[in-house]
T-cell receptor, first 116, second 112 residues
Framework: GAVVSQHPSRVICKSGTSVKIECRSL??????MFWYRQFPKQSLMLMAT?????????EQGVEKDKFLINHASLTLSTLTVTSAHPEDSSFYIC????????????FGDGTRLSIL | LAKTTQPISMDSYEGQEVNITCSHN???????ITWYQQFPSQGPRFIIQ???TKVTNEVASLFIPADRKSSTLSLPRVSLSDTAVYYC?????????????FGTGTQLKVEL
């Protein structure tokens, strides 16, 4: 149980392109989903928290117009990197939580984004 | 959010028990302690979670003292495939979900 699917696993695209990443909770309802970014040999950095049906809460320093997050249902959240540039290249990981204190977050397998 | 401190790296050999300790001095009353394992280019995988005392599952044990200011993840009889980064996190339901902050993690290297 508690499977989170993230798609695509890898994206390579040209600078200026917008890229959408999907995160789905397959066997539970995720009231909250989180988006992280991870650079090589570094820890995960929380970018934003999204609750179903409401606007995402972004961490300090994360541009909300650059990283658009939509959480339209209890099983799907999307992250769109708009007008991506090489410095946006990174490993993006989502996680989902049922929103209950004793239920842990479950993570997707990440999306490797490479901007040429 | 509670800050966690854990060793940057640990080395072990196959078949040994590995204990990774994490300190979290400012843990809050409603915080749970959760450990994740991460392999390169994969998302973190849930290992174990606890609130107090001891928790055991099929892959690990988690020891939490009464003051909850630290916790120890115990991996019995490690194998080469246990080489990974292990993260200790504390967090609780805040109404907006279980917001977690990842620390540096512990790079465990298991050798023959």
């Amino acid at each position: 149980g508690a499977v989170v699917s993230q798609h695509p696993s890898r994206v390579i695209c040209k600078s200026g392109t917008s890229v959408k990443i999907e995160c789905r909770s397959l066997d539970f309802q995720a009231t909250t989903m989180f988006w992280y970014r991870q650079f090589p040999k570094q820890s995960l950095m929380l970018m934003a928290t999204s609750n179903e049906g409401s606007k995402a809460t972004y961490e300090q320093g994360v541009e909300k117009d650059k990283f658009l997050i939509n959480h339209a249902s209890l099983t799907l959240s999307t992250l769109t990197v708009t007008s991506a540039h090489p410095e946006d290249s990174s490993f993006y990981i989502c996680s989902a939580s049922a929103g209950v204190s004793n239920q842990p977050q479950h993570f997707g397998d990440g999306t490797r984004l490479s901007i040429l | 959010l509670a800050k966690t401190t854990q060793p940057i790296s640990m080395d072990s050999y196959e078949g040994q028990e590995v204990n990774i300790t994490c300190s979290h001095n400012n843990i809050a009353t409603n915080d749970y302690i959760t450990w994740y394992q991460q392999f390169p280019s994969q998302g973190p995988r849930f290992i174990i979670q606890g609130y107090k005392t001891k928790v055991t599952n099929e892959v690990a044990s988690l020891f939490i003292p009464a003051d909850r200011k630290s916790s120890t993840l115990s991996l019995p009889r490690v194998s080469l495939s246990d080489t990974a980064v292990y993260y200790c996190l504390v967090g609780g339901f805040t109404g907006g979900g279980n917001k977690l902050t990842f620390g540096t993690g512990t790079q465990l290297k298991v050798e023959l």
